[in-house]
């Protein structure tokens, strides 16, 4: 299994810009799907964004569609969450989750498809 590492979290004002980082460590890192998800106090952990193998296709929660960027580097074992203008309601700690497939551009939204996860890094936005 790969090892996730995410970081790049902290205090942030709404409509400021943050960005996320999850490095990942043992297989290779090109033969997973990466995703993200966050879990604010009191409420379940939901999807945030997902990228293919290859980088080629990415999703996103409607909620941030248009504000948020996945992207991956395959040779720095990278995945990164761009979070532009975000909102008081984003505050959560997100966690990057990887996901082995064997197509190169397949994506997965559910958390139960996610095989590794990390530790998570907290993300707060002021008001």
């Known amino acids: 299994q790969v090892q996730l590492v995410e970081s790049g979290g902290g205090l942030v004002q709404a409509g400021d810009s943050l960005r996320l980082s999850c490095v990942a460590s043992?297989?290779?890192?090109?033969?997973?799907?990466m995703g993200w998800f966050r879990q604010a106090p009191g409420k379940e952990r939901e999807f945030v964004a997902a990228?293919?193998?290859?980088?080629?296709?990415?999703k996103y929660a409607d909620s941030v569609k248009g504000r948020f960027t996945i992207s991956r580097d395959n040779a720095k074992n990278t995945v990164n969450l761009e979070m532009n203008s975000p909102k008081p309601e984003d505050t959560a700690v997100y966690y990057c989750?990887?996901?082995?497939?064997?197509?190169?551009?397949?994506?997965?939204?559910?958390?139960?498809?996610?095989?590794?996860w990390g530790q998570g890094t907290q993300v707060t936005v002021s008001s």
């Open positions: 043992g297989r290779t890192f090109s033969s997973y799907a």
């Open positions: 989750a990887a996901r082995f497939s064997t197509i190169s551009s397949s994506i997965a939204t559910t958390e139960d498809l996610f095989y590794s």
């Open positions: 990228v293919s193998r290859s980088g080629a296709n990415t």
